[in-house]
Nanobody, 127 residues
Framework: QVQLMESGGGLVQAGGSLRLSCTTSGLTFDDYAMGWFRQAPGKEREGVSCISWTGVSTYYTASVKGRFTISRDSAKNTVYLEMRNLKPEDTALYYC????????????????????WGQGTQVTVSS
């Protein structure tokens, strides 16, 4: 059974930092590109950042460039999202995702390429 387990969310003041983690089980981690999505109340789900199988290719949505960093650790089957200088507009439920076919699954496109989703971790940024 494939599981993606997110952790690291919480409440933080604007300007603060958080590190999200997503630990996977039941899949061969190196065979999957990994991504982070988020969804705020009343808004559509948004691809935030993703990283290819080898980690060579990364993608960041414009609003987080320079503030967020994605990385992966094959030894721990875990993908991380380091978030700095957080803003109230970053408040959302953050989901981890895995794709076996798309090196950057969080990049907007006509077809969803995610094979597996996590349950999400809440990030709340107060002003």
């Amino acid at each position: 059974q494939v599981q993606l387990m997110e952790s690291g969310g919480g409440l933080v003041q604007a300007g603060g930092s958080l590190r999200l983690s997503c630990t996977t089980s039941g899949l061969t981690f190196d065979d999957y590109a990994m991504g982070w999505f988020r969804q705020a109340p009343g808004k559509e789900r948004e691809g935030v950042s993703c990283i290819s199988w080898t980690g060579v290719s990364t993608y960041y949505t414009a609003s987080v460039k320079g503030r967020f960093t994605i990385s992966r650790d094959s030894a721990k089957n875990t993908v991380y999202l380091e978030m700095r200088n957080l803003k109230p507009e970053d408040t959302a439920l953050y989901y981890c995702a895995a794709s076996s076919t798309d090196p950057t699954p969080c990049r907007p496109g006509p077809i969803e390429t995610v094979n597996y989703w996590g349950q999400g971790t809440q990030v709340t940024v107060s002003s």
